[in-house]
């Protein structure tokens, strides 16, 4: 019995050298993390396991999903953000106001965010009504994009030229749009709900996941459209999100072991 008692005390002080270095692992990649640069994922690069221009159609049926009174899109200040959340990545909703928008959001540090500074819905009706058409509509109503910008913590992650943006011009495979009465469009605009076969045409993008701590992303954009919708001023768009990025949970948790270790490794040497 004594001698077991004594393998007991000799194990303590062992378990406790494995796990300091972890906890002190966590700690420091934590406390180090803020210094590394982000990086938008490159735009041909899975996300989740779907590709960015299938995102761009599940992006759009999300956002034109949600009831108006609740609605991330016309969200001034953040209180609906958290509806982006979709596990290994997070929807930052766009807008629809032309005033700057400001909100408020906590994501995961494990979280890709997904965002489009301008992408256009375009879905069947009467006159509109094959895939071809659907995606030639969807190109006018994009027309001439003449500034798009993309900072995070005030860095410009674009050159807010052709070049660097026209790789991020996503088109959507054709897909099943779903407007629910109630929606945004059926509220504001008086289209009737149903299922319609749709197309997305626009920009977004994929950050990789932030470090834990304060951040801010800025997105912007203007527009002109063309052809059929000719002659209107120009679209712009600027939305900015301060995004307090937490760790996943299993850095909670390691962090949590390392420090009842340290507490352990305390306690034993007050012990003897």
Known sequence: MSHQHASHRQAAPSLVRQLLPLAAAALLAISAAPLRAQQLIAPNA???????????????????????????????????????????????????????VVRNVTVRTDQTLVFSPVTILYWADAQVFTEADMRTHAAYALGDVSSLTVTVDGVDLLSNDASSRNPFLQSSPLFPLSLPPGGIIDTMWGYPPGIFPAVTLGYTFALEGL???????????????????????????????????????GTWALMGLGLLAIGAGTLHRRRA
């Open 46 to 100: 899975m996300v989740g396991g779907y590709s960015q221009s299938f995102l761009s159609a599940q992006m759009a049926q999300w956002e034109f999903s949600i009831p108006a009174a609740t609605n991330p899109i016309l969200d001034m200040t953040g209180a609906h953000t958290a509806q982006g959340d979709q596990g290994s990545y997070f929807f930052l909703a766009s807008t629809f106001s032309q005033a700057p």
């Open 211 to 249: 470090s834990a701590g304060q951040h801010q992303l800025r997105f912007t954009s203007t527009f002109v459209s063309t052809g059929p919708y000719a002659g209107g001023p120009p679209t712009s768009y600027d939305v900015t999100y301060n995004i307090t990025a937490v760790p996943e949970p």
